[in-house]
């Protein structure tokens, strides 16, 4: 069938977003169509956009990880129990599901594991085919805007500080670019586990909201030295799990606001992909410096049970049509959204 996607042919700048009329193919073996309703937009989309070191693509590609929409077509073999136009939610990782990781409950480590959007095209488009594998329940009468903003952001920021920075009730968590979808994810998260939350952010209307949603003290690390404000307000202790998806220059600096013995957890690096790391303060103070791409498509089932009682919130900054992609890119660039940027397909 054909349907209108945005696609881009060449890396580059936004412009290189072109919305097209494009083939897809009819759903295969345990395959379905969804009629896309919502796909947001994360930083992943920016890099892919840009070209990442060893990313080959199929042209025209498609962007968006995040997606929701409804049951449209299914393959053969397809779970029967997907009825045509129930409303869905995208798992945004594929894997084998056959190997000892995915058997395990580890698909995110799957030799062959994709990111939808990046290594596979993704939801910039009216319909998808994704693996019926994909498919989760929809967190109750939630608008496609708000589910949209979920999938990733969530799955990253719930293996970051649930599965692997392991936060306990008491324990300190400072989260970096409060505004970040990950970050507005990770507050919470960490909340719902009982943790003190220090969220930095660098400007002041963007602390005020990273307040509203959840965190106990924001730091303005453009007035403020951070690792001097954590060690401040814990005494001196440091912070027992720092959350840390900037990299570069600002992963030394939260080895610094580590308690001894506590934990930073990495899973990007906006800010560049070298950093220069004093293992004096890794080894002697026992940090755990720890890597994290986002998680198993079981935990999701979690997340979205915790979004449909309304104990955690997916924040959304605007909406705006697919067709504004370029538009889109240029916002989540300039850094102006709290939260996520949502794509709304007609």
């Given at each position: 069938m054909k349907t209108e996607a945005v696609v881009l042919r060449a890396h580059g700048g936004p412009e290189v977003l072109v919305r097209e009329t494009i083939d897809l193919p009819e759903p295969g073996p345990r395959e379905v169509r969804v009629r896309v309703r919502a796909v947001a937009l994360n930083h992943l989309d920016v890099w892919v956009r840009r070209g990442l070191p060893n990313l080959t693509l199929e042209y025209p590609h498609r962007l968006g990880s995040d997606i929701v929409g409804e049951v449209d077509a299914l393959g053969p073999g397809a779970r029967t129990s997907l009825a045509a136009g129930a409303r869905v939610v995208v798992s945004p990782g594929t894997s084998c599901g056959v190997c000892e990781r995915?058997?395990?409950?580890?698909?995110?480590?799957?030799?062959?594991?994709?990111?939808?959007?990046?290594?596979?095209?993704?939801?910039?488009?009216?319909?998808?085919?994704?693996?019926?594998?994909?498919?989760?329940?929809?967190p109750g009468e939630l608008p496609f805007a708000q589910a949209a903003a979920v999938p990733l952001a969530f799955l990253t920021a719930w293996q970051m500080v649930v599965t692997k920075g392991r936060v306990r009730p008491g324990q300190t968590v400072r989260t970096q670019a409060a505004g970040s979808g990950v970050s507005s994810a990770a507050i919470q998260i960490a909340r719902l586990h009982g943790a003190r939350v220090l969220a930095t952010t660098g400007t002041d209307a963007k602390a005020a909201r990273a307040r509203a949603l959840g965190a106990h003290e924001v730091i303005n690390y453009a007035t403020q030295d951070f690792v001097a404000e954590v060690k401040r307000l814990t005494s001196r202790r440091g912070a027992d799990l720092v959350i840390d998806h900037v990299g570069g220059d600002v992963l030394a600096r939260s080895v610094l606001a580590a308690a001894a013995g506590g934990r930073v957890v990495t899973c990007g690096a906006t800010a560049g992909f070298t950093a220069s790391v004093d293992l004096r303060h890794v080894f002697f103070r026992q940090i755990e410096l720890l890597g994290s791409t986002m998680g198993s498509k079981g935990s999701m089932f979690g997340i979205l049970e915790h979004v449909r009682a309304g104990r955690l919130v997916p924040v959304v900054d605007r909406v705006m049509p697919l067709w504004d992609a370029r538009e889109a890119h240029r916002v989540l660039e300039a850094r102006e959204a709290f939260g996520k940027v949502v794509l709304e397909v007609d």
């Open positions: 995915c058997l395990a409950g580890e698909d995110n480590l799957c030799r062959r594991y994709a990111i939808l959007g990046e290594h596979v095209s993704g939801g910039y488009a009216r319909h998808v085919v994704v693996p019926d594998t994909n498919l989760l329940p929809y």
